[in-house]
């Protein structure tokens, strides 16, 4: 329905969408429009699944969930560095979320929004301080959902994230003793992640 009001083919960008494996942002209306914008621009979607969820990922991070009232004072670009930082931290913990509370239940394997900020990282070459407020308006992009804790809107969106974030900030050594159990294989919670990691 969609693409039939944008005056697209609707079956075209249906088959495009399933070749590309595009269908976990044909189903968010935010990145459901940039998928559209893109087939409308080119005739086509984005040639690699990694440039797919380059640009898809960053376009969330232009968009304040739905649920969520905050408004969006983050930069998109420092959104993406913070929001990669958070997946690292919640993918390579296996954390279920991110809370806002000074104090969470360490059973339920939630992180506190403290253990996420403090330091810098890099966005496109600038340094992005990440102070707890810049964490909770990334919180607050279409990337999360819910509150209190904060999950990721698609499991894939932190795994893809958590790759690059890897890429860009360790060591191969690093890399290898997150993704590898002392016994030499591989975590298989981390098999997506891992993933990534090699096709980046």
Not at 16 to 39: D, Q
Not at 114 to 140: F, H, I, P, Q, W
Request: with cysteine; net charge positive; aromatic share 12%.
């Amino acid at each position: 329905m969609a693409a039939t009001q944008s005056g697209l083919d609707e079956s075209l960008f249906w088959q495009e969408i399933v070749r590309k494996n595009a269908r976990v942002f044909a189903a968010r209306p935010i990145t459901l429009k940039f998928l559209l914008h893109e087939f409308r621009r080119s005739g086509k979607l984005p040639n690699t699944r990694r440039d797919l969820y380059e640009r898809g990922c960053r376009e969330l991070c232009r968009e304040i969930n739905v649920t969520h009232n905050n408004c969006l004072g983050v930069s998109p670009k420092n959104a993406f560095a913070i929001a990669a930082r958070l997946a690292a931290l919640t993918v390579f913990t296996g954390s279920a979320g991110i809370s806002t509370y000074e104090f969470v239940d360490d059973d339920e394997k939630i992180l506190a929004i403290r253990y996420c900020a403090g330091g810098r990282e890099k966005a496109d070459s600038l340094d992005v301080y990440v102070y707890e407020e810049a964490v909770r308006e990334t919180l607050n992009t279409a990337l999360f959902r819910g509150g209190n804790p904060y999950q990721w809107s698609h499991k894939t969106y932190a795994e893809y994230l958590a790759a690059w974030y890897a890429i860009k900030n360790l060591s191969l050594p690093q890399i290898y003793s997150l993704i590898f159990h002392p016994s030499g294989r591989l975590v298989p919670q981390l098999e997506e992640t891992a993933a990534w990691i090699a096709k980046l």
